[in-house]
C-alpha cells in the first residue's frame, strides 16, 4: 500500500540503501538503468508506491524516476564506490575490502559517502547511523569494527587530512 503522505525517516532510508546495495554486493549493476531496476525491485519500494496511484496522478514509475533519499544514497554509492573503498583501505589497518564482510563494507561506503559527499549529514550522524544499522543487519564485531574505521575518517576530516567532496 502507499505510504499515506507521511516522509519515510533517513533512518529508514539508509535500511532501504544497506538492502538494495548489498544485493548489489551478490549481483553488481553494471548500468544506471540495472540500478534503478534493481531499486524498483526491492520489496520496500513497492510498498511505498502505489503503482496504481501513479498511473492515474501521471507520476512515473520508479524504476525510471527513482526519488527520495534511499535513492541518493544508493545512486552515490554507486558512482563513487572506487573512492569509497579507497577511502575505507586507507583507514583499516590490516584489512583489504576485498576481505571484508558483505555487511561491514555496504554500513561503510554508506557512512563514508554521507562523510565526504554529503553537506547536509554531519560526520557523527553518518558515524551513529552506521552503527544503529550495524546493530539490525551485523553481528556483535560489525559495530567496533565500523566505529574503528569511522572514527578514523572523522578524525582525518577534522584534520584535513582527507576532503570533503560535497555535491
Known amino acids: 500500500m502507499a505510504n499515506q ?6 533512518r529508514s532510508e539508509r535500511a532501504l540503501a544497506f538492502q538494495v546495495l548489498y544485493g548489489l554486493s551478490f549481483s553488481p549493476a553494471t548500468t544506471e538503468g540495472a540500478l534503478r531496476a534493481a531499486y524498483a525491485a526491492s520489496p520496500d519500494v513497492a510498498d511505498r508506491t502505489d503503482r496504481a496511484e501513479n498511473e492515474k496522478s501521471g507520476r512515473h514509475d520508479p524504476a525510471t524516476a527513482p526519488q527520495g533519499y534511499a535513492w541518493e544514497v544508493i545512486h552515490g554509492v554507486w558512482k ?7 577511502a575505507v583501505s586507507g583507514f583499516s589497518q590490516n584489512w583489504r575490502v576485498e576481505r571484508m564482510g558483505r555487511v561491514e563494507l ?9 562523510m565526504l559527499f554529503r553537506d547536509d549529514v554531519p560526520a557523527k550522524v553518518a558515524m551513529n547511523e552506521a552503527i544503529e544499522l550495524s546493530k539490525q543487519f551485523g553481528d556483535d564485531n560489525s559495530r567496533g569494527f565500523i566505529n574503528g574505521i569511522l572514527d578514523a575518517v572523522a578524525r582525518a576530516l577534522e584534520s584535513g587530512r582527507l576532503s570533503p567532496k560535497g555535491q
Open 106 to 114: 555496504t554500513l561503510l561506503r554508506i557512512a563514508v559517502y554521507e
Open 80 to 86: 563513487t564506490q572506487a573512492e569509497l573503498d579507497e
Open 5 to 10: 503522505g507521511k516522509k519515510p525517516t533517513r
